[in-house]
Nanobody, 120 residues
Framework: QVELAESGGGLVQYGGSLRLSCAFYGNLFSQYNMAWYRQSPGKERELVAIITPGSSTNYGDAVKGRFTISRDNGRSMVYLQMNSLKPEDTAVYYC??????????????WGQGTQVTVSS
């Protein structure tokens, strides 16, 4: 069983920065793809950024060049550095862990989310 705990959300002004953290409680952290998603009212949850066990990264188009995802396998942590924040970045940000030990077995977990609000 895995539990994820996000932190670091809050209120920030346009153009400001925040760093989100996600603590992974469980085993085999280094085997998981870790990702950040976000959801704002009335919209579907969207992928913000993903980092593989080998630390390859990919980003949603809306955040490329502004956000950076990273992981610390020794501490079982994943981070999202968010710079040049815009009001449209306002959302609840969720941490996700995904691991597929076999073709028929997928382990996928979500955190409770942390609110990010960007004022204009």
């Amino acid at each position: 069983q895995v539990e994820l705990a996000e932190s670091g959300g809050g209120l920030v002004q346009y153009g400001g920065s925040l760093r989100l953290s996600c603590a992974f409680y469980g085993n085999l952290f280094s085997q998981y793809n870790m990702a950040w998603y976000r959801q704002s009212p009335g919209k579907e949850r969207e992928l913000v950024a993903i980092i593989t066990p080998g630390s390859s990264t990919n980003y949603g188009d809306a955040v490329k060049g502004r956000f950076t995802i990273s992981r610390d396998n020794g501490r079982s942590m994943v981070y999202l550095q968010m710079n040049s924040l815009k009001p449209e970045d306002t959302a609840v940000y969720y941490c996700n862990a995904d691991y597929r030990p076999s073709r028929t077995n997928t382990l996928n977990y979500w955190g409770q989310g942390t609110q990010v609000t960007v004022s204009s």
